[in-house]
């Protein structure tokens, strides 16, 4: 059965920086492509950045420059750093499981996604 569990979300400044984290169990991580999602109070969810299998990775135009997608193989964890946090970055923000040796579509999402974790609440205050 696979898990997919979020962590490191929080409460920070505008300018401030957050990682996310992403553990999985059930699947290894580096043989799938893995994304990140966000969803904002009242807005539909949407792609943040993905990675696939051979490290070619994806980001959303609205945080490109800002957030970075990684994955530590060793530790079957996704994660997702992110600096120059506005507010309009408040969201959810959910790790998901796309398909094995699945590549990366532009908008930082895999081609679909299986597995979705819990998610983590991040707020950002201006």
């Known amino acids: 059965q696979v898990h997919l569990v979020e962590s490191g979300g929080g409460s920070v400044h505008a300018g401030g920086s957050l990682r996310l984290s992403c553990i999985a169990s059930g699947l290894t991580l580096s043989r799938h492509c893995m994304a990140w999602f966000r969803q904002a109070p009242g807005k539909e969810r949407e792609g943040v950045a993905s990675i696939d299998s051979d490290g070619t990775t994806s980001v959303a135009d609205s945080v490109k420059g800002r957030f970075t997608i990684s994955r530590d193989a060793a530790k079957n964890t996704l994660y997702l750093q992110m600096d120059s946090l506005k507010s309009e970055d408040t969201a959810i923000f959910f790790c998901?499981?796309?398909?094995?040796?699945?590549?990366?579509?532009?908008?930082?999402?895999?081609?679909?996604?299986?597995?979705w974790g819990q998610g983590t609440q991040v707020t950002v205050s201006s």
């Open positions: 998901a499981a796309g398909p094995y040796a699945g590549s990366v579509v532009v908008g930082g999402v895999c081609r679909w996604h299986d597995y």
